[in-house]
Structures are given as structure tokens and as C-alpha cells.
Nanobody, 127 residues
Framework: QVRLVESGGGSVQSGGSLRLSCQAS????????MGWFRRRDVSQYREAIA????????IYADSVKGRFTISKDDARNTLYLQMNNVQAEDAGMYYC????????????????????WGQGTRVTVSS
């Protein structure tokens, strides 16, 4: 079973930057997509914001495109989300997920296509 542990959340000023990390361990998670999701406090819905495939190909939701960057370091078994120009609407719980599909199409795959999740890390945005 894949184990995922997020870190790096915290408070950031509007327009600022933050980098989230997700330490992964377990069998064969690199063969499949990994992704980042966001859940705002007013909802239970987990928005797919970015995904990365085994070759390093990436895809983003329109809401974060051009501001957020997903990347991974296979040697460190770590997934990252670099968040730049953070806005108030970016606040919420951020989760990494593994064991998604092997490839994405035109949008990041939704939450129900992943079966391993971290516990989440909170991002708050101050003005």
C-alpha cells in the first residue's frame, strides 16, 4: 500500500508563494499518475488541480494554470506543488494522491480515479 505524507502548508500573504511536498512510499506508485487536490472549507469536494505522469508530463486545472507547478523527485520519492501568486481562493486543504490512471487526457483526473491519499496540509491566505 502506498503511503503519502504532505507537508509545507501554512499561512501565505496574497500574491506570495508556498511549496507543498508529499513524501511517498510503497509499491509501484511511480507507474501511475500522482496528483494534487484542493478542498475548500465550505465544501467536501476535492478539486483536481494538477497531475503528473510517470514520464514527468503535467496537466493543470484552469484555476491554477500559470501559477502552480507540479513536479517530482523520484530519487527523493517526493511530489511537489509550487504555488506562486497565491490568491484568497487558493485557501483550503491540499491533498496529494497516488495510484491514479496511467495517463491523463485533457484535464487532471478527478478524485475518484485515485485510491491512495495523504492526510492533507492546510493553506491559509492573508490579505
Amino acid at each position: 500500500q502506498v503511503r503519502l505524507v504532505e507537508s509545507g502548508g501554512g499561512s501565505v500573504q496574497s500574491g506570495g508563494s508556498l511549496r507543498l511536498s508529499c513524501q511517498a512510499s510503497g509499491p509501484r506508485y511511480r507507474d501511475y499518475l500522482m496528483g494534487w487536490f484542493r478542498r475548500r472549507d465550505v465544501s467536501q469536494y476535492r478539486e483536481a488541480i494538477a497531475a503528473i505522469d510517470s514520464d514527468g508530463g503535467t496537466i493543470y486545472a484552469d484555476s491554477v494554470k500559470g501559477r502552480f507547478t507540479i513536479s517530482k523527485d523520484d530519487a527523493r520519492n517526493t511530489l511537489y506543488l509550487q504555488m506562486n501568486n497565491v490568491q484568497a481562493e487558493d485557501a483550503g486543504m491540499y491533498y496529494c494522491a497516488a495510484n491514479g490512471p496511467m495517463r491523463f487526457s485533457t484535464i487532471p483526473p478527478p478524485a475518484n480515479m485515485y485510491d491512495q491519499w495523504g492526510q492533507g496540509t492546510r493553506v491559509t491566505v492573508s490579505s
